[in-house]
């Protein structure tokens, strides 16, 4: 589930855009599993997911045969197997920019809301980079994004209307029911709106507080983003006495209740400690890719 500071963000961004705030956190609660960034190379940035058939309608004849035979392009959609960290993902996404920058970054999902870099001009972005320097702002970025596609989706009246199923269809496509997508929504929505959970759904929420004996891919998530913050851990997925001690001594440098639980206060100032956004490396990077295309081009 998503920290307090989140759910603060994404409610204001629903009333900018006139979408309920229930409804807004559920549907982003669902497409990220309650995620609202991965710490990659020391930085927070946004989940992505990379499509491998996309990148090979983008390419020129010369780029694609090079694409293909690193392995990174495919005229058959999920050929491309996603890496299952996001780290991994995120190097992925960088060796194909190296080959064309424009086509990789339209060949991703980008953020809480997983809109593809592909829509950009749709959605009245001044290029790709714009919309991805929206999904790298950090959680408010992601969430805006999402509603933008959604009001341009015209799905609006959908989610008005609590037709969950609708709003699946337009958003998720015609398969949407084989990972009961809209059943997901409304178990979600009913649990930020404070009505009755429906019980037909076999969606377990997250536990809210982690501490010592805890284990699993969100304790991963946190050793990650301690040694992002100066506390070196291994990444073993246990809560342990070593990771104990990075959570107290972080949470006594800012001030918090030194307990070693990592609740919503605990959470949000490790989101807020960890920087969002492209380094001047990478948005030299970026610039020199845009520059080698245009030049292609010419």
């Known amino acids: 589930m998503f920290d307090e500071e989140t759910q603060a963000e994404i409610r204001t961004i629903a009333g900018q855009f006139g979408i309920e705030a229930s409804a807004l956190l559920a549907i982003a609660e669902v497409e990220s599993g309650g995620q609202a960034f991965a710490v990659v190379d020391g930085r927070a940035e946004p989940l992505i997911r990379f499509e491998g058939h996309y990148f090979d309608q983008r390419l020129s004849e010369a780029d694609k045969r090079r694409a293909r035979a690193e392995g990174l392009a495919s005229p058959v959609a999920g050929d491309i197997a996603n890496p299952p960290g996001q780290a991994a993902r995120w190097r992925l996404v960088g060796r194909a920019a190296a080959i064309d920058v424009q086509a990789a970054y339209e060949s991703v999902s980008w953020g809480l809301g997983q809109v593809m870099g592909a829509h ?4 009245g972005f001044a290029d790709v980079e714009a919309l991805v320097a929206e999904a790298r702002e ?15 989706a015209g799905l609006k009246p959908a989610i008005g209307q609590r037709d969950w199923a609708a709003f699946a269809r337009g958003y998720n496509g015609p398969g949407y029911k084989r990972n009961a997508y809209d059943r997901k929504i409304a178990q979600a929505y009913a649990r930020h709106a404070g009505q009755p959970v429906p019980n037909d759904v076999a969606d377990r929420e997250p536990a809210d ?7 699993g891919q969100a304790i991963v998530d946190l050793q990650q983003m301690l040694t992002a913050l100066g506390y070196p851990l291994d990444d073993d997925g246990m809560f342990g006495p070593a990771t104990d001690k990075a959570v107290r001594n972080f949470q006594r440098e800012r001030g918090l209740p030194s307990d070693g639980i990592v609740g919503p206060q605990t959470r949000a100032a490790i989101r807020k400690a960890l920087p969002f956004g492209p380094t001047p490396a990478e948005l030299w990077v970026a610039a020199l890719g845009w520059l080698k295309g245009w030049f292609r081009a010419r």
């Not at 970025?141 to 959604?150: E, K, P, V």
């Not at 507080?209 to 284990?215: A, D, Y």
């Open 120 to 123: 950009w001009a749709w959605l």
């Open 209 to 215: 507080l982690l501490g010592r004996g805890s284990r």
């Open 138 to 152: 950090g959680p408010g970025g992601q969430t805006r994004l999402m509603a933008r596609y959604i009001d341009k």
